[in-house]
């Protein structure tokens, strides 16, 4: 399948997708929010759920973690509209609580699909649980940030990057450099030069171990 007939197969995965009712979500939600972007993106994001503003404008990462997503992607020469953008779940929780194992579950079969049609060849997984549903194991993202992994998925191989969630440097700001940093090495994984050569990943300092990854919480994206 080529890149326009996978584009208009996406653009209709999408328009059934959003009469989903296969989990308690559909029941609070206002609108299912799908993914967003170049459908034929070589760079894929996988967050966790649409938040506040998610929820009433329809489209992933448009609130402030957003916003700091789309300053990471500019200080590696990279806009939002060359990337794909979702979540593992398509419609919030109520109160941006944690996702449930079951609307997972539920809703993992959505993002598989994106997933195939788009073709990427980097994931980037932001955050616990994007990086534990993609990579099949249960490690937190403390430990794997900016450690790219083979995987496959879906029966393509994908190299998946995991990445802390953005709404972690609006909680703790000293995330911020450790996403700079990691954000960095994109380019080099993508087959572009990047210049200067980005550094390993840092030691995260121990102070910050026992602090768990902030949930997607208060509308911030």
Known sequence: MDAAARALELRKYADAAAGCAKCRLSEGRTQVVFGVG??????????????FHEDKQGYPFVGQAGKLLDRLLEGIGLSRAETYIANVLKCRPPGNRDPGPDEIESCEPHLFRQLELVQPRVVASLGNFATKLLSGKQIGITRVHGQEQQVTIGGRSVLLFPLYHPAAALYTPAMLKVLEIDFARLPALLGTPAEPEAPAPPAIDPALLGQPEPAVQLGLF
């Not at 170049?38 to 938040?51: H, I, K, R, Y």
């Open 38 to 51: 170049d459908p034929d993106s070589d760079l894929m994001f996988v967050g966790e759920a649409p938040g």
